[in-house]
């Protein structure tokens, strides 16, 4: 069973199954250090959410770049950078994509979702990991 079965509930995106994945420029400081700003993100809006991914919600009229994290009975989003505060999420959000992808200046392009070649399933790394070039 891979990691993202095994995650307690998976949040589909509201996005059409069919949608492209799209670029996004990171600004500020709130997903630092993993992040940094200006960074580009990419999103996928059909992979489905789970604990500790990075996403894009929309929330209170709201769109949030943040980690989103399970705890107990409650869902979180919650910035890298400790400066600021976790945002508490009701049932009332609409899940806008997963990142999948970043680049920065002068670094390889990092992925968060990889091809397990045994397995055949993705798998979810929160660091980020350079493709490998047989891929």
Known sequence: MSALEESKILFQSTCATNSEPYALQ??????????????IIIVDPSMPIHHNAYVILD???????????EKEDKKLLRCLNSKYEDIELNDKFEVRGCIVQQKQRKQKLLHYYLLNKISG?????????VKPKDS
């Not at 929330?59 to 994290?69: H, P, V």
């Not at 399933?121 to 990991?129: D, S, V």
Request: aromatic share 18%; glycine share 6%; charged share 35%.
């Open 59 to 69: 929330f209170e009229d709201e769109l949030y770049f943040r980690k989103y994290i």
């Open 121 to 129: 399933e993705l798998e979810f790394n929160a660091k980020g990991k």
């Open 26 to 39: 990171n600004i500020g400081d709130m997903m630092s250090p993993e992040f940094s700003e200006n960074c």
